[in-house]
C-alpha cells in the first residue's frame, strides 16, 4: 500500500493503534519493521531528508489484513475532511 503525504506525527500515530508488524518497503526491497523504535526512526529519518514538504509517502506492507483496513480508513477520512474544506 502507497502512503500518499502523511506527516510523521500521522505514521506514528496509526502504528501505536496497528496489532500487528507493519513495514515498510525501501526502494531496493528491503523491508523495514515499524514495531522497532529504531527502525521506525531510522525510517523517518531517511523519509524526511528526501521529503520537499515534511511530508512522507511510503510504500507499506501490513502483517494484519485488519491493520491495512486501519490505515485505509483513515486515510480516506482524511482525505473527505481534507476535500471539504477546500470546498
Same mark, same amino acid.
Given at each position: 500500500?502507497?502512503?500518499?503525504? #502523511?506527516?510523521?506525527?500521522?505514521?506514528?500515530? %496509526?502504528? =501505536?493503534?496497528?496489532? +500487528?508488524?507493519?513495514?515498510?518497503?525501501?526502494?531496493?526491497?528491503?523491508?523495514?519493521?515499524?514495531?522497532? @523504535? %529504531?527502525?521506525?526512526?531510522?525510517? #523517518?529519518?531517511?523519509?524526511?531528508? !528526501?521529503?520537499?514538504?515534511?511530508?512522507?509517502?511510503?510504500? #507499506? +506492507?501490513?502483517? !494484519? @489484513?485488519?491493520?491495512? +483496513?486501519?490505515?485505509?480508513?483513515?486515510?480516506?477520512?482524511?482525505?473527505?475532511?481534507?476535500? =471539504? %474544506?477546500?470546498?
Amino acid at each position: 500500500m502507497k502512503l500518499e503525504n #502523511i506527516s510523521a506525527g500521522e505514521l506514528i500515530a %496509526l502504528l =501505536k493503534r496497528s496489532s +500487528k508488524a507493519v513495514y515498510l518497503a525501501a526502494d531496493d526491497g528491503v523491508l523495514f519493521n515499524l514495531s522497532s @523504535t %529504531l527502525s521506525l526512526l531510522y525510517c #523517518i529519518r531517511m523519509m524526511l531528508e !528526501s521529503a520537499e514538504d515534511g511530508t512522507l509517502s511510503p510504500e #507499506i +506492507k501490513f502483517e !494484519s @489484513t485488519e491493520d491495512e +483496513k486501519l490505515f485505509r480508513n483513515y486515510l480516506r477520512n482524511r482525505d473527505a475532511n481534507r476535500a =471539504k %474544506l477546500h470546498n
